[in-house]
């Protein structure tokens, strides 16, 4: 199914968040080296939350902040907009290293950390359509409904009360959302909508108006001890932290450490109230699925539907696409499946596509690490659930670099080792087969499988996901 176009289509162009606002022009560059306290690179969520923090601590630090593009440009600028409270990674992988009761409290800060991102969202005056209306994650097949069950239970283990997350009976569901289709679903009050690049342009906003130096058109061609190393200066300062996420790859001496996965998305033109009347939605919930090649969606404050998934999900090399350009087969998938859960829908039409990279760690639990030696640190992996987690690294690296003694800098990702991602072409085997397996492994479950195929199993031992 060819998804129908607008006339003023976009695809790429950073994202639509940025269309709606107009793409910024990156800031002055760096023009010399000089000294810092902090040197952070990467102006996205991570390295502006981390300045945040660290400027609101001690305000007499001097931080600066190193940025290719602009300010919000990467994942920060492109994601669906989930203030989630969902753990990257299972608990099982932290309790591994610390405890179940380690890995229960980095739970708890996860849910904690969406209302201190509205806080401070408040408190800076930054207007990012925020919407708390929790998590609805649908069925759509027998084995779906059954996988939700399990993983409703999973929760449950692990601390989830009912508060948390609950099963929904049909009739509750329907009066949130109506998806055609759906089997069952669970609702969970931990999550947010967002407008993700107003966020990042309202923080980059904030930091600068705390003194924090934001150097754009900026890029660091090397990171080491006490320096950031850029064509137009180095910045030398007793801690530096990368906070590069998705474009960790491009950095000499990282090229194996994070992946960087490839989503893409999808917004409709406005929809009418008419549709909505049929489709539900009153409550800005985020929405999510049970398949192995899954969906996100939001309800946007103009009342369109952004809507995301896997396309090519990477590139041979750990190469980026930066701009965001989506191939036509993705917006036809996308769309696809849009209508399939909207059928109402159908007789609109496509405003936009793009797409970003999100950085996953071989195990896939993200990671915030501060060599006190060296001064040299990082915080990312977020394996796409870095809207959340980005403020929480923050905060764990203020501590960290301030050598405080507090419940953020003893988590369980706190200094967590994993290895680095195999070299090609196992890479680009692995993750293509994981995808390939996914969808194949979706696709006879659609046609009525009772229980989990095992083609998402072996697709899970692949890549260890």
């Known amino acids: 199914m060819s998804a129908p176009l607008t006339p003023d289509f976009a695809n790429g162009e950073v994202s639509f968040w940025y269309?709606?606002?107009?793409?910024?022009?990156?800031?002055?560059p760096l023009?010399?080296?000089?000294?810092?306290?902090?040197?952070?690179?990467?102006?996205?969520?991570?390295?502006?939350?981390?300045?945040?923090?660290?400027?609101?601590?001690?305000?007499?630090?001097?931080?600066?902040?190193?940025?290719?593009?602009?300010?919000?440009?990467?994942?920060?600028?492109r994601n669906g907009g989930w203030l989630t409270g969902a753990l990257?990674?299972?608990?099982?992988?932290?309790?591994?290293?610390?405890?179940?009761?380690?890995?229960?409290r980095l739970q708890r800060a996860m849910f904690e950390t969406i209302d201190e991102v509205i806080r401070v969202a408040a408190a800076e005056g930054i207007e990012a359509d925020v919407v708390k209306g929790g998590l609805l994650t649908v069925a759509r097949s027998t084995a779906q409904d059954v996988r939700l069950r399990e993983e409703l239970n999973y929760q449950r283990q692990w601390g989830w009360t009912e508060a948390d997350v609950r099963l929904?009976?049909?009739?509750?569901?329907?009066?949130?959302?109506?998806?055609?289709?759906?089997?069952?679903?669970?609702?969970?009050?931990?999550?947010?909508?967002?407008?993700?690049?107003?966020?990042?342009?309202?923080?980059?906003?904030?930091?600068?108006?705390?003194?924090?130096?934001?150097?754009?058109?900026?890029?660091?061609?090397?990171i080491s001890r006490g320096r950031a190393v850029t064509p137009y200066g180095t910045?030398?300062?007793?801690?530096?932290?990368?906070?590069?996420?998705?474009?960790?790859?491009?950095?000499?001496?990282?090229?194996?450490?994070?992946?960087?996965?490839?989503?893409?998305?999808?917004?409709?033109?406005?929809?009418?109230?008419?549709?909505?009347?049929?489709?539900?939605?009153?409550g800005r919930e985020l929405l999510g699925d049970m398949a192995h090649y899954y969906m996100y969606a939001q309800r946007t404050a103009d009342?369109?539907?952004?809507?995301?998934?896997?396309?090519?999900?990477?590139?041979?090399?750990s190469r980026i696409d930066d701009r965001g350009h989506t191939p036509t087969w993705t917006i036809d998938a996308l769309w696809g499946l849009l209508t399939s859960f909207f059928p109402a829908v159908a007789g609109f039409r496509v405003a936009h596509a793009w797409s970003g990279v999100l950085g996953v760690p071989r195990d896939w639990c993200s990671t915030v690490h501060l060599d006190r030696e060296t001064g040299l640190g990082w915080a990312g992996g977020y394996t796409g659930h870095g809207v959340t987690t980005t403020n929480l690294a923050g905060r764990t690296l203020r501590d960290l670099v301030l050598r405080r003694e507090s419940e953020l800098s003893v988590l369980p990702w706190v200094d967590r080792r994993v290895r680095a991602w195999e070299p090609e072409p196992l890479r680009w085997?692995?993750?293509?087969?994981?995808?390939?397996?996914?969808?194949?492994?979706?696709?006879?479950?659609?046609?009525?499988?009772?229980?989990?195929?095992?083609?998402?199993?072996?697709a899970d031992l692949i890549t260890g996901h």
């Open 303 to 317: 009342d369109r539907i952004a809507f995301g998934g896997r396309g090519k999900p990477y590139l041979y090399g």
């Open 235 to 282: 910045v030398t300062a007793p801690y530096v932290l990368r906070c590069t996420e998705g474009f960790t790859a491009a950095i000499p001496g990282h090229h194996r450490d994070w992946l960087p996965m490839n989503s893409s998305m999808i917004v409709t033109e406005p929809l009418p109230e008419d549709v909505w009347a049929e489709i539900g939605w009153n």
């Open 31 to 77: 023009d010399g080296d000089l000294k810092a306290d902090v040197a952070i690179v990467g102006a996205g969520y991570t390295g502006l939350w981390t300045a945040y923090y660290l400027k609101k601590a001690e305000p007499h630090l001097r931080v600066v902040v190193l940025e290719k593009e602009f300010a919000g440009f990467g994942a920060s600028g």
């Open 168 to 222: 929904l009976t049909r009739g509750e569901m329907e009066s949130r959302l109506r998806v055609s289709g759906a089997t069952g679903a669970t609702w969970s009050p931990h999550c947010a909508r967002i407008q993700p690049a107003k966020l990042a342009r309202g923080l980059a906003r904030a930091v600068r108006n705390l003194g924090v130096e934001v150097y754009e058109r900026t890029p660091v061609t090397e």
């Open 429 to 458: 085997l692995g993750v293509h087969s994981m995808y390939r397996l996914y969808r194949m492994a979706d696709a006879r479950e659609s046609r009525g499988a009772e229980r989990t195929s095992a083609l998402a199993k072996i």
């Open 19 to 28: 269309r709606s606002l107009g793409v910024p022009e990156p800031g002055e």
């Open 88 to 104: 990257a990674g299972s608990p099982e992988r932290y309790a591994k290293t610390h405890s179940p009761d380690a890995a229960k």
